[in-house]
């Protein structure tokens, strides 16, 4: 029996709202640096009534970059306030469409759609959680935490990153987590050493029910593998290259196990959040071993 509730309902305060992706041109709200990161906020009543964490939109990157559009992972929402509803997205400038984007302005337009793919599932019963980041990927688990803490779960957190500048947020972490571990490769900012050694002592501890990652791939197996190990279950939200998402193009697949098969999951649709035990982190890249069945099995762990 699932440790989670379904992620197709979420219940309050996603349930009884609208579902399903929204093409719109937005309106930038705001533009700023968090810590090396970027952020922008972006004018979107219905888009934001629609998001839940681990949910991600597309972006398309106007003048000489490429036709495909972008996928951002959304950072926070809010539901309130004069513009009734924003999303917030965050990146890292990496080549010429992060560029392009992180060149906007307050009151320009920008064409999105989202939200996108699987949201983070929530938890069935009252148990500790354990949020794992790296990087600005670190940025979904925060809009779970603030979910997770206004319904009563505890969230501990750990954040990690090659130095100091790599660390997303800490600040806003801790605010939102019971307790936030921050780890560097080279110390220069809270522990020394790498996530897998902190997370693999901190379960020692035996308050953790649940554990939800989210980062570059390497780190997403090995958490997933440490998870499994103990016995603990895990959602992954998974950073794939994603050309079209809205899963026309299969080029963002996943091999996931499902009731004993193995089957070609897209990240855009049936993820991008996973439940690490059953990805089939050595095979990534490999042809479908099924064809995806209508229904798809649930996932039973």
Known sequence: MSTFVSSKGNGPPFQGRAT?????????????????????????PEMADRAEPGMFVTIGVEGHST??????????????????????IVF????????WLASRVKHDTVDLVGPLGTPFPLPKQNVGCLLVGQGYGAAPLLYLAG??????????????????????????????????ILVTEDGSLGEEGNILDVMDRHLDLGRTGL??????????RDVSGLAASRGVPIRVAVEEAMACGTGVCWTCVMPVERKGAVYNLRSCIEGPVFNGAKVQWDAIGALPVHDIPEPLPEDDA
């Open 211 to 220: 554990i939800y990652a989210s980062g570059p791939m390497p780190l997403l």
């Open 92 to 99: 890292d400038v990496v080549g010429e469409g992060t560029r």
């Open 67 to 88: 036709v495909l559009r972008r996928p951002f992972a959304i950072y926070q929402v809010s539901r309130h306030g004069p513009w009734a509803g924003t999303v917030e």
């Open 20 to 44: 399903g992706p929204l093409r719109a041109r937005c309106e930038v709200l705001q533009y700023r640096k968090i810590g090396k990161y970027h952020s922008i906020t972006f004018v979107s």
């Open 147 to 180: 979910v997770l803490q206004q319904r009563g779960f505890r969230a501990d957190m750990i954040i990690g990153a090659k130095d100091a500048d790599g660390i997303f947020n800490a600040i806003e972490a801790k605010r939102l987590s019971a307790t936030t």
